[in-house]
């Protein structure tokens, strides 16, 4: 066993089904008493099933989270949360709901408390990490992130019962989105056999599942080992740094507003491919979780074959953007396997671009 170093972040996770019901039960525990309730505006139903289920407990509902965590957003909703009082939010909902919550204490110095229901299995709850956009006087639009124990929830509330009813090709993009998360992890700088264990565990819970809920959406055993996944892939998201794959999604995302998930989804087999040569026992692992011989290929596999997009173009993005992408992704150095070289990033989006499968 080589010498490693392992920071455990702090946190508490329920898991199970019909957990909704403790949520009054953990607003307590934190010693708090005014919930603010966050949802998207396409699951407010979720929030007023909470709202029901907290009671008092709840002062108000908050419906507008959004993509990327603008701030424009942060500030509105952190201006509801000061006219009520509020003293925590109850997130509800995936990555944009989860993501106004972290804002949200971020914003107001640590005064809100965070419990996070998981509705994808994008696993930014597990995780100390922020993303937010904003759009500077250019009119140009960049997505910023930070790492700081001030936005890792406090509770993480897993109800199995919410992923029943996640659509079947989301299921596949969060789910993928989640994969990205443990295969970045194995050759991460900060790699460790706890947080490896974690990845390839996560890896194969989500790969296994997806054809089933493909096949049956209602399958219970699948959905509560993607969920379970999902919190494997945040876990150590959470605990190590992330490479390429997650730059240039950040990139795709933050300036050419990309969808979060879709984009992991069509940029993964790439990144893999990208950096297979230089990582090959973390890739090798990759792909005997995967239960495949070529990790990137298994990867395109596993989205094309369950109905998810696998090019750029089928998204939206824009050819002629394709150069200014490269530009982006190549113009700050990052922690890597591979080297970081323009023209061969250019390469890599303009395969994803056209949805090649990978050699």
Avoid at 93 to 113: C, N
Avoid at 274 to 300: C, R, S, T, W
Wanted: glycine share 10%; charged share 20%; with cysteine.
């Amino acid at each position: 066993m080589q010498p490693f170093v392992y920071n455990a972040l702090p946190g508490r996770v329920l898991f199970g089904w019909g957990t909704t019901s403790k949520v009054a039960e953990e607003i307590k525990r934190l010693g708090c008493s005014k919930a603010l309730i966050l949802t998207t505006p396409f699951q407010v139903s979720s929030g007023e099933e909470v709202k029901k289920a907290i009671g008092d407990l709840a002062v108000g509902m908050y419906t507008n989270a959004t993509m990327h965590t603008p701030m424009n957003v942060t500030k509105e909703a952190l201006a509801v949360s000061e006219k009520l009082g509020a003293d925590c939010v109850v997130a509800i909902g995936g990555g944009s709901t989860i993501g106004l919550g972290k804002a949200l204490a971020l914003h107001s110095d640590g005064k809100l408390k965070q419990i996070v229901l998981p509705t994808t299995y994008a696993g930014s709850e597990a995780t100390p990490i922020i993303g937010q956009s904003e759009t500077d006087a250019n009119g140009e639009t960049l997505k910023t992130t930070q790492k700081t124990l001030k936005v890792l929830p406090d509770v993480i509330v897993y109800d199995i019962d919410y992923s029943l009813t996640l659509p079947a090709q989301m299921t596949v993009t969060s789910g993928l989105n989640s994969i990205a998360h443990a295969v970045e992890a194995l050759y991460a700088p900060e790699a460790n056999p706890i947080i490896s264990s974690l990845a390839i565990q996560g890896i194969e819970c989500i790969a296994q599942s997806i054809p089933a809920i493909i096949k049956d959406a209602g399958d219970k055993d699948a959905r509560s080992n993607a969920l379970f996944g999902a919190y494997c892939g945040g876990a150590v998201l959470g605990a190590v740094g992330m490479s390429l794959h997650h730059k240039i999604c950040h990139t795709l995302g933050g300036s050419f507003g990309m969808p979060h998930a879709e984009t992991h989804t069509v940029i993964l087999p790439h990144a893999v491919a990208y950096n297979a040569p230089y990582a090959k026992e973390a890739i090798a692992k990759v792909a005997k979780a995967l239960g495949v011989d070529n990790a990137a290929q298994g990867l395109f596999d596993l989205a094309k074959d369950n109905g998810a997009p696998y090019s750029l173009k089928e998204l939206g993005f824009k050819e002629e953007d394709l150069s200014k992408a490269a530009d982006i992704a190549a113009r700050t150095p990052y922690p890597n396997p591979a080297p970081l070289e323009r023209e061969k990033l250019l390469t890599l989006l303009t395969n994803a671009f056209h949805g090649t499968r990978p050699e």
